[in-house]
């Protein structure tokens, strides 16, 4: 599987996202990470689909939507007609999941689903036998906030899904968010990990620091 580093742009400078989106496509990187936040799934707000919209204009960056929101099919043709290439929704509240995944489907995108830290894998068996996913995302921190410390007992998750995927026809890459740095990036591949959103480290690193930590990632250029 190919291997990503996707900066988050929660941790740039709200006042002007693009140029974290310019320093992404600067150092040659494919993805975008955007955290959607509603203030009651999580306990932060970031921003929505005017801003994802904006930021589509001129950029050619894979955007990968994360929507931490309690009721994302309400948001999903708001998302999907921004720009999003890959939206994923979580499994923690309570709503439709399947019909949400197909319907984000139906619309051209790439489907991922999101599991917090304290969720097991089991709860979305279901949900990787029934529908064709493209993303399963670890959270690494309990979302909301970015700067958090990485959670290493995710990566037991992280085992576990790599091991379904060999035993289904799911080739869906695994996806850790939060509190991800450098230092993680062995036990990271190791466990089966394929794209790593960084939003601190990534963006506090200069230049020279962040092309190290996308090599050590094994993404190609
Ligand atoms: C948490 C967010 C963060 C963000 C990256 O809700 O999803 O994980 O993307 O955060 P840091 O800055 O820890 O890499
Ligand atoms: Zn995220």
Redesign the pocket.
Known sequence: MEKILAP?I??GNHADLKSALDVAEQDSRKWI?L?I?DGHF?PNLSFGPQTVADLRIGSKLFFDV?L?LSNPYLYIDAFSEAGADLITIHIEPCYDHLKVLEYIRSLGKKVGIALNPGTPVDDILNIINSVKLDLVLC?T?N??????NFMYDVLSKVEKLAEVREHCSNAYLIEV????GPEHVKPCLEAGVDVF??????YKRNDAERREFSISVGELF
């Open positions: 988050s929660l941790a990470h955290d936040m999580v994360h931490m959270m921190v979302p909301g906030f970015g700067g958090q968010d939060g509190g991800v959103v960084a939003g601190t480290a990534y």
